[in-house]
């Protein structure tokens, strides 16, 4: 996939949901990381229980 393919790619997306929310509860862009490899595996509601106490 070349660069401009994946301009064409994210500029499809930002145009789609300009402005993307999530329901995962973060503080930093690392607990996001953690939670969004965690969401792979569990539900949000889930992951959110679970990194509470993180």
Do not use: H
């Not at 996939?1 to 690392?30: C, G, H, V, W």
């Not at 990381?33 to 509601?45: E, R, Y």
């Amino acid at each position: 996939m070349n660069k401009q393919k994946r301009i064409e790619i994210f500029t499809r997306l930002r145009d789609a949901n300009p402005e993307p929310t999530t329901e995962l509860n973060y503080s930093t862009p690392f607990e996001l990381l953690v939670a969004v490899i965690l969401s792979a595996q569990a539900t949000d509601v889930g992951v959110n229980k679970a990194t509470a106490k993180l």
